[in-house]
Structure formats: C-alpha cells, structure tokens
C-alpha cells in the first residue's frame, strides 16, 4: 500500500525477553514495510523469540550473523537487505508507541525526523503500554552545534542526551551521501552517523509529541561498553575535525564533545591500569601525562562522591521510577 514506506531495523543480542515486543509494535504499524531483525550471534533464543511475533504479512526478515560483529555493522546490513525509503531503528529491548508513524512523518521538509521518548523503569514496561499525553508538536530544527553539544552528558544528570533520539532517516539522503554506521563503533554509533550527516547539510527535525518508548536497564548493553569504544568514540569526533572546513562555533563544538569523551576515556584506562598494575604504578603512568590528569583527579573524585551521597542515601531498593520524557513538552490544550 501507497503508506507502507517505512523499514524498521533491530539489531539486536541476546534480546529474548524483550524482542517480541519490540517486533510486535514494529509490525502494528500500517506504514512498515519491512521489519530487518539483524540477531547478532546471540547466545539465547533471540531469533526464536523474533519469530513468534511475526504476523504472516511477510514483512519480517531475520538475519542471523555467526560472530559477533556489533551493533553498527547489524544495521549496515539491514539497510543494505531492505528497500523502503524511510528507515527507523528500534532498539530490541525499545518499542513504539501505537500510530508513532502517522503522528511524525508530515511533510518533505526533512532527511531526519525525531519525536519524543518516554523512559520506562523495566520493572513496570511488561505491563500495559504507556499513557502518553498528547504533546504539542513544536517543531524544531538541530544545527550541528545544538546536536553535538546535546550529546555531552551531565554526571548525576538523568539520561537524557539528544543523541537517544531514534530519528527516521531518508535512505535517499545516505545513499546520496555515502552515509553508514561506522562499524569500528561500538558505542556512540548513532550520534557519529547523525553528526556526519549534519556535516553534510542535513535537515534534522524533531516534533516533541511521543511516540517511543525506551526501557531503562540496569544491564543494558550501551552501559556495558569498553575502555577502547571511548577511545574509538573521540577519534571518530577527530576525524570529522579532519575531514572538511567548517564554521568555527561547529570546530568549537566538535572539540568539546571530543574533550568530553576523551575525559571519560582517560579515566576509564587510568582505572584500568589500577585494576592491573595496582595504585602506585598507574599513578606514575598518569603522571606521565599530564593533560589527562584533570579528567583523572575530577573523575576519581566525583565516583567517591557518588559512592559517599548513596552510601548515605541507605540501601533501601527503589521502586519503579515514574515515566519521564527526554525533551520537555507542553500537553495540547483541551478545547
């Protein structure tokens, strides 16, 4: 049918007690096309769990890789495997919000298109979905700088950096580009592909009404990254430095995030070294750098902050935290 336009890929690992889901809401949509689940090597029923929620339309694909090659090269393939002209990621532990489709895709004015998201506790996302109030649509375009300064998270901050959007991208604008996920990347593979993209003149719309939903775990796979996909994560920041002229407030930008990450890298690997080595020997190993000793000492300092103000906080386990919504939002007024 003539609305059928959408392909949504999933990449997903071991993603058994939450695929189904995700696949279901994907295929509940009357624009989607196409359905690419992408199980990258995983350990569980993952594919399995996939194919229970098919619903005969025939509009489910599953590729299935025998080693592991991450989250970048998944979608690659599922972008390379499919034909429609708008693609939407889904995270396999994620779901959309029923209509999210006929709510977002208005116009021609854009090569990318994000709405809001709702983060739910896992502890209460296996019941009914979401009560989501119906938002404003308050469209806005990002410029490179908004996007990339939107990236820098905030210790103690809730999640909530621009680049959890889930945008539908435009296959022609990649294509015409020679855009894709970098597959070195295992994390922060979205924002560099959206960054790379903006570079280039994209048009990146965001409307605040919601309509998907993330689940927050504690054991989520993005949480779980290593010390070298920091390092990866800032030289990808370094190598769109490089690679053309640009503004100076972009540069600007692009030089915070890169410090940013690089901070986080440099005491994740200081860490490292302790774990290793012992206190005194990654001691002396920093001390043979000194630019990265204020990301060191700041790091360290505000983990034994953290740990004191939750020691204090006792050890009492939280119940579900409430709904909340990465960007702010005013409800439609009732008429």
């Keep these: 049918m003539a609305s059928s336009t959408v392909c949504v890929v ?15 809401s994907a295929l509940r949509e009357i624009r989607v096309s196409e359905v690419v689940v992408v199980d990258d090597a995983s350990d569980d029923a993952t594919a399995e769990a996939s194919l229970a929620a098919d619903d005969g339309s025939g509009r489910l694909q599953i590729i299935r890789f025998d080693r592991n090659q991450g989250p970048a ?9 499919s034909r429609a002209p708008l693609i939407a990621i889904l995270d396999a532990d994620d779901f959309f919000l029923r209509g999210r489709f006929d709510a977002m895709l208005d116009g021609q004015d854009w090569d990318f298109v994000a709405d809001n998201i709702v983060f739910v506790d896992e502890r209460s996302a296996s019941g009914a979905e979401p009560q989501v ?17 939107g990236n820098i998270s905030r210790r103690g901050a809730s999640r909530g950096e621009i680049g959890f ?11 015409r580009h020679g855009l894709g996920y970098d597959e070195a990347l295992r994390l922060g593979e979205d924002y560099d592909l959206y960054a790379r993209a903006l570079l280039r003149g994209a048009r990146y719309k965001i409307v605040h009404g919601c309509g998907y939903g993330a689940v927050v775990r504690a054991d989520s796979l993005s949480g779980r990254h290593r010390t070298q996909d920091l390092k990866r994560l ?13 503004p100076g407030s972009t540069r600007a930008a692009l030089m915070r995030h890169e410090r940013h990450v690089r901070g986080r890298y440099e005491l994740r690997h200081f860490l490292d070294r302790k774990a290793e080595t012992g206190l005194l020997r990654a001691g002396l190993g920093a001390l043979m750098r000194p630019s990265a000793l204020p ?25 579900p935290m409430p709904h909340r919504y990465l960007l702010p939002a005013r409800v439609v007024a009732q008429k």
């Design 295 to 319: 990301a060191i000492v700041g790091g360290v300092a505000a983990d034994k902050l953290e740990t004191l103000r939750n020691r204090r906080r006792g050890g009492t386990e939280p119940g």
């Design 234 to 246: 800032y030289e990808a920041d370094r190598a769109m430095l490089g690679s053309a002229a640009m």
């Design 10 to 24: 999933i990449a997903a690992r071991n993603a058994q007690a939450t695929i189904s889901r995700a696949v279901a």
């Design 133 to 149: 109030p119906s938002f404003e649509a308050a469209p806005r375009f990002l410029t490179v700088e908004g996007f990339v300064d």
């Design 165 to 175: 959007l889930k945008p539908v991208m435009r296959r022609v604008f990649l294509d």
């Design 73 to 81: 090269r998944a979608r690659n393939r599922a972008i390379a495997n």
